[in-house]
């Protein structure tokens, strides 16, 4: 084998490694932004069953539940109810994110559900603050 060849080999086997090391980071990123969606909706679902119990006196026990609560008192749309009902789906699914098909699609639409997330922290914080004026 002359230099030539060696120097092609080596440059190859490189050029493989840096692929995988990419692809290793971005799954890195993409299971983190899976596991932070996780932790976003238990949050997102628990704080809105404090906020129905608390507020409007509606008990709710399940995600589902407190999500058709908050409709059911105005603060959503039907549209509204049907995305944030594919989320809770999508959170259970993600116990089922090390098949990559499944992982890959709960992460190309958690970006679909930031902005109706925001709405309703929206929602929550002008509600508690406006009950809790003098």
């Not at 090391?21 to 890195?28: A, E, G, H, S």
């Not at 049907?82 to 190309?108: G, K, P």
């Amino acid at each position: 084998m002359n230099l030539s060849n060696l120097h092609s080999a080596g440059l190859k086997g490189l050029k493989k490694k840096q692929r995988a090391l990419r692809w290793k980071i971005i799954l890195f990123f993409r299971n983190s932004a899976i596991q932070r969606f996780e932790f976003t909706v238990e949050i997102l679902w628990k704080t809105v069953k404090t906020f129905l119990k608390e507020i409007e006196g509606i008990e709710c026990r399940s995600p589902k539940s407190c999500i058709r609560g908050f409709f059911s008192v105005g603060y959503l749309s039907e549209d509204e109810v049907l995305l944030l009902l594919r989320m809770i789906d999508d959170r259970n699914l993600t116990s089922h994110a090390y098949i990559e098909e499944v992982a890959e699609e709960i992460f190309r639409r958690i970006v679909e559900y930031e902005p109706l997330i925001e709405k309703i922290i929206n929602i929550l914080e002008e509600r508690v603050y406006n009950e809790n004026l003098p």
